[in-house]
């Protein structure tokens, strides 16, 4: 059994956790194929479900124990929360395909990462469908300088719509600002850098129905 504790709101947390980034949004879509820790999630989530508030995002952390960590693989984790709407979320990593991680929850909804940068989701409504970024993790390194992003999206006739944003770097602290603009939009994201100028933490826009989410990388 993973949660020993005896603290209903561990159990409650990881059952939420682990059902995924419930922010009003559908389900099902393009993803990657499952895993032994995908359904070693499901089974958690089958053996704790009780109806409960949220899991706040501290709880969360606190219940990704050693124990959770060994029995599901040590894989990457990722620890979001929606900046919009009070809700997180546990995603375990599934692929990796060069430089591109995906990671997802048990019922289906993925975050794709390039060298720590979104470059799509699937599952929640609003999904940014591609990104090219290329140029983008160099100007976040060094934390000056300017680059290009191109967003996909779908229109209501559900064909792809490239969005072309230009951003600027600056340091701010630990932190590097991105500052993007275009298409009538604009969106800053914020990260900041752990060992090896590898992305820990880092505030990324998804997309204008979605905007922003914190995501947090714990290997």
């Not at 389900?27 to 895993?35: E, K």
């Not at 995908?38 to 009780?50: E, G, I, Q, S």
């Not at 995603?91 to 993925?110: F, G, H, K, W």
Request: include cysteine; hydrophobic fraction near 40%.
């Amino acid at each position: 059994m993973f949660w020993t504790t005896g603290k209903n709101v561990v159990r409650t947390a990881m059952a939420v956790a682990l059902t995924g980034l419930l922010v009003a949004c559908s389900t099902g879509s393009d993803t990657v194929g499952n895993s032994q820790t995908l359904d070693l999630l499901k089974a958690t989530v089958t053996r704790n479900k009780a109806p409960a508030p949220t899991a706040t995002r501290d709880q969360l952390r606190a219940a990704i124990t050693p124990e959770f960590r060994a029995q599901s693989g040590n894989v990457p984790l990722l620890l979001v929360s929606s900046l919009r709407v009070p809700v997180s979320s546990i995603l375990s990593r599934a692929s990796v395909n060069q430089n591109v991680e995906t990671y997802i929850t048990p019922d289906q909804i993925t975050f794709a990462l390039r060298d720590g940068i979104l470059i799509a989701s699937r599952g929640l409504g609003y999904d940014l469908m591609a990104a090219d970024v290329s140029g983008v993790s160099e100007r976040i390194r060094a934390g000056s300088g300017t680059a290009v992003r191109t967003h996909k999206y779908l229109d209501g006739k559900n064909q792809l719509v490239p969005y072309r944003f230009d951003c600027s770097y600056a340091r701010a602290g630990a932190e590097v600002v991105e500052s993007c603009s275009g298409e009538g939009l604009s969106f800053t994201n914020k990260y900041t850098l752990g060992a090896g100028g590898r992305i820990a933490v880092s505030t990324q826009w998804v997309s204008p129905g979605l905007q922003s989410y914190l995501i947090e990388h714990i290997r």
